[in-house]
């Protein structure tokens, strides 16, 4: 059963963003304001607005902006009430212009006003009265930018998928954001610590960095853009070319699915690593891919058929493998699809590939295929039960299949029920779960 998506709940996130401003309001009249008219805090300010006019749209509501840099430094040096003027005033410029939704900007405010004014005022507690050149006032700096980092992501990810019904974890979860984490921390540091030496002249570096961060952060992602486009054409062909074969022969899809399913569950019962079940899984998608090619004679049921016929078959392998290596996104999964078809006996095709010498995720990829193919109700031959077909992988384990996998086989399916062994049901979107791949395509 598909797991049901959740409704957004924008009347509850809008409250929220609104209660977040009303308490910002709140802290900022208590806090003391004596580096207001410093004139390191304006020149933030205006750093921190250019920033946030050169933010770039990362994934969904999360935008990646060298502002973070501006109040990192306000929070080392300036204190609560400046570090949280910058950060409210950076997003509010940037609406004004923009006239996004007044919910939104509430709740731009709430995520990157929070987090940095409870930095803030951590840092003036833990190391408020430590000089900028003493390793405590360092290491406390790097701790607290990396809270507030965390935070702001938390609280940014958490009100936006509390509003749309839908987090973001796979797009841009915390491990993949964990280099651009790091770095954003290393660079408050080393500003920090150059202000401390040069003073305001330090200024000029953050112009840089400013314009180098937002240069390179809209470069990244333009190519991930470009990546996940790509991969969306690649995948999009390739599941067209299932569907056409799917409508030519009604079994196809199921097939491809079922055997996906299998071959992904029986390399993990192998102990093969989370990379190589992934492989496996989508070679078992794929496996059949280059039978498109094949007349509409061969792919019918009850057809007596030709050598000329046979031939044809045999290539099957060969003409999915090319098409792979034409989209040129799959590495090695081409070279299963094209080996999943030869036998340890060296009496396989097309290249007549004897035992190692065949990947061994082919090799578990052809004990799912035959598994499928005798167990299925819509197979071209009489459907087995899922003991019958066990008995008749072991019978040719050591000459077709390999023996290790037949085994591993049997094992995975004892104790499962009918609707397992027998894979009526497997469904090939759920199996190909689309935008899944997409993001990954997409991942850094």
Same mark, same amino acid.
């Given at each position: 059963?598909?797991?049901?998506?959740?409704?957004?709940?924008?009347?509850?996130?809008?409250?929220?963003?609104?209660?977040?401003?009303?308490?910002?309001?709140?802290?900022?009249?208590?806090?003391?304001?004596?580096?207001?008219?410093?004139?390191?805090?304006?020149?933030?300010?205006?750093?921190?607005?250019?920033?946030?006019?050169?933010?770039?749209?990362?994934?969904?509501?999360?935008?990646?902006?060298?502002?973070?840099?501006?109040?990192?430094?306000?929070?080392?040096?300036?204190?609560?009430? %400046?570090?949280?003027?910058?950060?409210?005033? &950076?997003?509010?410029?940037?609406?004004?212009?923009?006239?996004? !939704? %007044?919910?939104?900007?509430?709740?731009?405010?709430?995520?990157?006003?929070?987090?940095?004014?409870?930095?803030?005022?951590?840092?003036?507690?833990?190391?408020? *009265?430590?000089?900028?050149?003493? %390793?405590?006032?360092?290491?406390?700096? &790097?701790?607290?930018?990396?809270?507030?980092?965390?935070?702001?992501?938390?609280?940014? +990810?958490?009100?936006?998928?509390?509003?749309?019904?839908?987090?973001?974890?796979?797009?841009?979860?915390?491990?993949?954001?964990?280099?651009?984490?790091?770095?954003?921390?290393?660079?408050?540091?080393?500003?920090?610590?150059?202000?401390?030496?040069?003073?305001?002249?330090?200024?000029?570096?953050?112009?840089?960095?400013?314009?180098?961060?937002?240069?390179?952060?809209?470069?990244?992602?333009?190519?991930?853009?470009?990546?996940?486009?790509?991969?969306?054409?690649?995948?999009?062909?390739?599941?067209?070319?299932?569907?056409?074969?799917?409508?030519?022969?009604?079994?196809?899809?199921?097939?491809?699915?079922? +055997?996906?399913?299998?071959?992904?569950?029986?390399?993990?019962?192998?102990?093969?690593?989370?990379?190589?079940?992934?492989?496996?899984?989508?070679?078992?998608?794929?496996?059949?891919?280059?039978?498109?090619?094949?007349?509409?004679?061969?792919?019918?049921?009850?057809?007596?058929?030709?050598?000329?016929?046979?031939?044809?078959?045999?290539?099957?392998?060969?003409?999915?493998?090319?098409?792979?290596?034409?989209?040129?996104?799959?590495?090695?999964?081409?070279?299963?699809?094209?080996?999943?078809?030869?036998?340890?006996?060296?009496?396989?095709?097309?290249?007549?590939?004897?035992?190692?010498?065949? %990947?061994?995720?082919? !090799?578990?990829?052809?004990?799912?295929?035959?598994?499928?193919?005798?167990?299925?109700?819509?197979?071209?031959?009489?459907?087995?039960?899922?003991?019958?077909?066990? +008995?008749?992988?072991?019978?040719?384990?050591?000459?077709?299949?390999?023996?290790?996998?037949?085994?591993?086989?049997?094992?995975?399916?004892?104790?499962?029920?009918?609707?397992?062994?027998?894979?009526?049901?497997? *469904?090939?979107?759920?199996?190909?779960?689309?935008?899944?791949?997409?993001?990954?395509? &997409?991942?850094?």
């Amino acid at each position: 059963m598909d797991a049901e998506v959740p409704l957004g709940r924008p009347r509850a996130a809008t409250l929220l963003g609104a209660s977040g401003c009303v308490a910002l309001a709140v802290a900022f009249a208590l806090v003391g304001h004596h580096n207001l008219d410093r004139a390191l805090t304006w020149v933030l300010v205006a750093l921190a607005v250019a920033a946030n006019f050169q933010a770039v749209q990362a994934s969904g509501a999360i935008r990646v902006s060298a502002a973070f840099l501006c109040s990192s430094l306000a929070v080392a040096f300036l204190g609560a009430a %400046p570090a949280l003027l910058i950060v409210v005033l &950076a997003e509010v410029s940037v609406w004004a212009v923009e006239r996004y !939704r %007044p919910s939104a900007l509430a709740m731009n405010v709430t995520a990157a006003g929070i987090p940095v004014l409870l930095a803030a005022l951590a840092f003036e507690a833990i190391a408020g *009265d430590r000089e900028a050149d003493e %390793p405590a006032f360092l290491f406390a700096l &790097a701790a607290i930018t990396l809270g507030n980092l965390l935070l702001n992501y938390a609280m940014v +990810t958490g009100l936006f998928g509390l509003r749309d019904g839908t987090f973001r974890e796979a797009d841009l979860s915390p491990r993949r954001l964990a280099p651009a984490i790091v770095l954003n921390v290393a660079m408050a540091v080393s500003i920090a610590v150059l202000y401390d030496q040069v003073g305001l002249a330090a200024g000029a570096l953050v112009i840089l960095v400013v314009i180098a961060f937002s240069y390179m952060a809209a470069l990244v992602h333009q190519a991930r853009e470009r990546t996940r486009q790509y991969a969306n054409l690649s995948w999009g062909v390739l599941s067209g070319l299932i569907r056409t074969l799917d409508a030519r022969d009604k079994r196809a899809a199921r097939h491809c699915a079922a +055997t996906a399913k299998f071959a992904r569950d029986l390399a993990r019962h192998a102990g093969l690593s989370e990379r190589d079940q992934e492989l496996a899984h989508t070679a078992g998608l794929l496996h059949d891919i280059g039978r498109f090619a094949l007349s509409d004679r061969v792919l019918e049921r009850g057809v007596q058929l030709t050598e000329d016929d046979w031939q044809a078959i045999r290539r099957h392998p060969e003409i999915g493998a090319d098409l792979l290596r034409d989209l040129g996104v799959y590495g090695p999964i081409s070279e299963i699809i094209l080996a999943h078809h030869e036998r340890l006996d060296g009496k396989g095709y097309p290249r007549r590939l004897r035992g190692d010498e065949i %990947p061994e995720i082919a !090799r578990i990829v052809a004990v799912a295929e035959v598994y499928d193919t005798l167990t299925a109700p819509d197979t071209y031959r009489t459907q087995l039960s899922s003991f019958e077909a066990l +008995t008749e992988l072991r019978r040719v384990a050591g000459t077709q299949l390999d023996g290790r996998y037949v085994e591993a086989l049997a094992e995975l399916l004892a104790g499962q029920g009918t609707a397992y062994r027998h894979a009526d049901d497997a *469904d090939y979107d759920v199996e190909l779960a689309i935008e899944r791949r997409m993001n990954e395509a &997409a991942a850094p």
